[in-house]
């Protein structure tokens, strides 16, 4: 089930909090539940993607886009997602979680996510391609930036995010079925 009380506490805690820029880092801080584990008593791999969830909403909450969203009738959608899993997080565990706007290119935004340790260590790390939507489809994201306020141009791409791009852009669409 979506953790809609933990979101909700999120937004609280967060509604005052000092605005950021559009790429920000907002850092929240999470502890990982019975309910988040897996068989191994770790935190499972879909609920990180949900933990992630509460550190970009709270950080578009931030920018004033969840505003500017409900202003226009504009939605966000998670359209990609690569994530990279190196270190264990166990039952009970306290993570740090790290959310920053990277940049954009004419249709997605992408957002990087970390979760850190207490002991200092990364445990993960997801890059999303999220996208502004409305009812005619993907709302351009100068048009988003233009809507907040601030640069329409979007600040350069590290070549890792790019590369990612390129490659995603490569795989067939559908997929064969086997």
């Known amino acids: 089930m979506y953790p809609f009380i933990r979101m909700a506490k999120e ?3 967060n509604r005052n909090a000092a605005k ?3 790429t920000g880092t907002h850092v929240s ?3 990982c539940m019975p309910w988040d584990i897996d068989l191994w008593a770790e935190l499972n791999n879909g609920r990180t993607l949900t933990i992630y969830d509460l550190g970009r909403i709270p950080l578009a ?3 004033g886009l969840i ?3 409900r202003r226009q009738r504009w939605g ?3 359209a990609g997602v690569s994530v990279r899993y190196r270190r264990r997080i166990r039952m009970f565990d306290v993570i740090e979680l790290h959310s920053r706007l990277v940049g954009w290119d004419d249709r997605f935004l992408y957002i990087d996510q970390s979760m850190w340790r207490k002991d200092g260590i990364c445990a993960n790390q997801a890059l999303f391609r999220t996208a ?3 009812a005619d489809g993907i709302v351009a994201p100068e048009r988003v930036a233009k809507s907040l306020g601030t640069k329409t141009v979007s600040p350069p791409l590290p070549g890792w995010i790019q590369a990612w791009i390129d490659a995603d852009a490569q795989r067939p669409w559908p997929p064969e079925r086997h």
């Open 132 to 134: 502004v939507t409305s």
């Open 76 to 78: 966000l959608t998670v």
């Open 11 to 13: 937004l609280v805690i």
């Open 20 to 22: 950021l820029p559009p």
């Open 61 to 63: 909450q931030r920018t």
């Open 29 to 31: 801080h999470h502890m």
């Open 67 to 69: 505003k500017v969203l």
